[in-house]
């Protein structure tokens, strides 16, 4: 099986507990990068790598303007900047908003699905609105595996909700297992798709759509 070696992951509402608990699932010798973006304000000061770095045991850092990727580092996206993957860098660019967000989580997926194509796993955890959909459209467009958090266990859904309406999830998992789903997409030894729960629409509450806004 491949190695998903790229993981991004997309949060916002009520995302960073969520990834607080996920990083301390994390194993010490994890096999892969993790690249984050979160909805960050632009007007204040974000201590997202210090609070993950208290929490796991992977090295957090917000990166510099390009710095290379490599296995067992979180590179998180600080505010008013987007996180990009471009040759085997993380870079930070100062593009503008997408979703009315900087960072947003559509230009990290985008981007790391072009570069690295079947390489690359995307996660959508707690939010609310849509970013993160149409980026794991990419991801999955360019081969690469798609995971959401347990909609029915997220503080805000409306994100993953979103993602499982316009595209083909592969796994959808409560975050106390995620930790061990990530480490066997690292490694290539991950099992087939499967979802925590039956999927089905109705059942996860209302789905936010673009053309409501």
């Known amino acids: 099986m491949i190695r998903r070696d790229i993981i991004t992951i997309g949060a916002s509402a009520g995302g960073i507990e969520v ?5 301390e699932s994390l194993p010490q010798d994890f096999p892969a990068a993790i690249l ?14 210090t609070l993950l770095n208290r929490a796991g045991r992977l090295e957090a850092l917000f990166p510099s303007a390009i710095e290379p990727i ?13 996180l990009i993957v471009e040759d085997g860098a993380a870079r930070l660019w100062q593009g503008p908003k ?21 390489r690359v796993a995307g996660v959508i955890l707690s939010g609310a609105l849509d970013d993160g ?27 993953i909700q979103s993602a499982l309406q316009y595209v083909d999830i592969d796994y959808v998992i409560d975050i106390p297992k995620m930790g061990k789903l990530l ?5 290539g ?12 629409i109705d059942d996860v509450g209302p789905i936010w759509k673009p053309e409501e806004r």
């Not at 990834?19 to 990083?23: A, E, K, W």
């Not at 991801?139 to 798609?146: A, E, L």
């Not at 480490?183 to 490694?187: S, V, Y």
């Open 19 to 23: 990834l607080q608990q996920l990083v």
């Open 36 to 49: 984050i973006a979160v909805h960050l304000s632009p007007y204040f000061p974000s201590k997202l790598p």
């Open 70 to 82: 490599r296995p067992g580092r979180i590179y998180v996206a600080p505010p008013n900047q987007h």
């Open 98 to 118: 997408e979703n009315r967000f900087r960072p947003a989580i559509n230009p990290l997926f985008r981007s790391a699905a072009v570069a690295h194509r079947e």
């Open 133 to 159: 959909s149409a980026g794991l459209w990419w991801i999955k467009r360019f081969g690469g595996v798609t995971v959401v958090q347990d909609p029915s266990r997220a503080a805000h859904p409306e994100m």
């Open 183 to 187: 480490t066997d997409l690292a490694t």
């Open 189 to 200: 030894t991950a099992g087939p798709k499967v979802s925590a729960l039956p999927i089905n």
